[in-house]
C-alpha cells in the first residue's frame, strides 16, 4: 500500500503504463537507475515464483502415482538426488510449451482459476468436514490384515459351538442382564433411538444447508455478473440467491457441528475459525472472481479437466489404491490404529 501511494505521487493513475507501472514513474521523473532497480527485482522475482511453482507440481504428481492414479512413471524418484527427476522434466517440458504456445493473459486466467477452485473446493471441504463428516474411513493396507484376522476370530467365538462352560455361561448371564436392564428400563432403548433419530436429522439439515450455500452463492454471482438481463429480473435473481445463501447460513450457524469432525486432522494443528461465516465468505469471494475470467479462460480449462477426466476414467479409476480398500467406522478405526501401536509399542 505505500509502495502504491508513492507512485500514484509520483505519476497520475491514468497516466501510468500498465504493464510496468513502477520503473516507468520513476523513468519519467529522470531516476533511471530505479527504474533498473525495480526491473531486476521484478526479472528475479518472476524467476523465484517459476521456481515455486515449478518445484511441487513433480511431488503432486508423484502424490497421485504412488495413489494409483496415474501412472508408476511419475514416482519413480532417483537414487542419487531423491528427487522424482521424470516428473521433473515432464513438467518443464509441459510448462515450457504452454508458455511458448500461449499469450500471458491467458496463462495467468488459467492459474487464477486453479487457484481459486482449489481454495473454494477447500472451503467447502471445511464445511463438510465440520458438519456432515463421512461416517467410515478407509482402513491402509498395512492394517487390513490385522482387521479381516480380528473379524475372523469373532466370528469364530460367537459362531463356535465348542467352547468351556464358564464362556456360554458368562455370556448367558450377560444377555440376562442386557434383557433385564431393557425390560426395567424401557426408557434406554427409547432414548438411544431418539438420540441416533436427532443427530440424523442434524446431517440431513446440515447437507441441505450447504447445498443452499452453494446453490445461492452460485445463483447470486452469476446474476450479478451478466449484463444481458434485464435489470429488473437481474435484481430477482439477487436478491434469491441471497436469500438462500442467508437461509443456508443462518441453518449452519444455528445447528450445531458434528462430534466426529476431531477424529479428522491433528490434534494441536491449524483450525479454520469463525465457521460457517469464513469459508462461505470464501465461497462467495472466489466463485465471483471465477464467473468473471471471462469465457475464453472457462473454455480451455474444460478442455484441461475434460484430459484429466479422461486420464481418471482410462486408468485412474481401475488402478486407483482404494479400489479393494476396506472402510470402517471412526469408532472401529481408532480402536484399530489405537491395537496396532500398543503392539508396535510393545514388539
Not at 527504474?35 to 524467476?47: E, H, I, N
Request: hydrophobic share 50%; charged share 15%.
Amino acid at each position: 500500500m505505500l509502495v502504491s501511494v508513492v507512485i500514484v505521487g509520483l505519476v497520475p493513475y491514468f497516466a501510468m503504463d500498465p504493464d510496468t507501472p513502477i520503473s516507468s514513474a520513476f523513468a519519467r521523473h529522470g531516476m533511471q537507475w530505479a527504474m533498473y532497480l525495480v526491473t531486476s527485482g521484478a526479472v528475479l522475482a518472476l524467476c523465484s515464483t517459476l521456481m515455486g511453482s515449478l518445484l511441487p507440481q513433480p511431488r503432486i504428481l508423484m502424490a497421485m502415482a504412488r495413489d494409483g492414479l496415474l501412472p508408476s512413471f511419475f514416482s519413480d524418484v532417483s537414487e542419487k538426488t531423491q528427487v522424482p527427476v521424470k516428473s521433473t522434466i515432464i513438467t518443464g517440458i509441459c510448462a515450457a510449451s504452454l508458455a511458448f504456445f500461449m499469450d500471458v493473459s491467458q496463462l495467468a486466467g488459467m492459474v487464477s482459476v486453479g487457484t481459486l477452485l482449489a481454495f473454494t473446493i477447500v472451503a467447502v471441504s471445511i464445511l463438510i468436514l465440520r458438519y456432515v463428516p463421512p461416517d467410515e474411513v478407509p482402513l491402509p493396507s498395512s492394517l487390513q490384515t490385522s482387521f479381516r484376522l480380528s473379524q475372523e476370530c469373532d466370528e469364530e467365538k460367537v459362531g463356535s459351538p465348542l467352547g468351556d462352560g464358564n464362556h456360554e455361561q458368562g455370556t448367558s448371564e450377560i444377555k440376562d442382564v442386557i434383557v433385564v436392564e431393557s425390560i426395567n428400563d424401557p426408557l434406554i432403548e427409547k432414548q438411544l433411538y431418539a438420540n441416533k433419530l436427532d443427530e440424523l436429522n442434524r446431517r440431513k439439515t446440515a447437507a441441505r444447508s450447504i447445498a443452499s450455500v452453494c446453490v445461492g452463492v452460485l445463483i447470486l454471482t452469476a446474476s450479478a455478473s451478466v449484463t444481458f438481463l434485464p435489470f429488473l429480473v437481474m435484481c430477482l435473481f439477487c436478491v434469491f440467491g441471497g436469500l438462500l445463501l442467508l437461509a443456508g447460513l443462518g441453518m449452519l450457524s444455528w445447528i450445531d457441528q458434528d462430534d466426529g469432525r476431531h477424529s479428522f486432522g491433528h490434534s494441536g494443528g491449524f483450525i479454520c475459525p469463525f465457521v460457517p461465516l469464513l469459508p462461505v465468505m470464501c465461497i462467495l469471494i472466489n466463485t465471483y472472481l471465477l464467473i468473471n475470467l471471462g469465457g475464453g479462460t472457462w473454455m480451455r480449462v474444460g478442455v484441461w479437466l475434460v484430459m484429466g477426466v479422461f486420464v481418471y476414467i482410462f486408468y485412474g479409476r481401475t488402478h486407483s489404491s482404494l479400489t479393494d480398500v476396506v472402510y470402517v467406522s471412526l469408532a472401529q478405526a481408532n480402536e484399530i490404529y489405537g491395537s496396532s501401536s500398543s503392539s508396535a509399542f510393545v514388539a
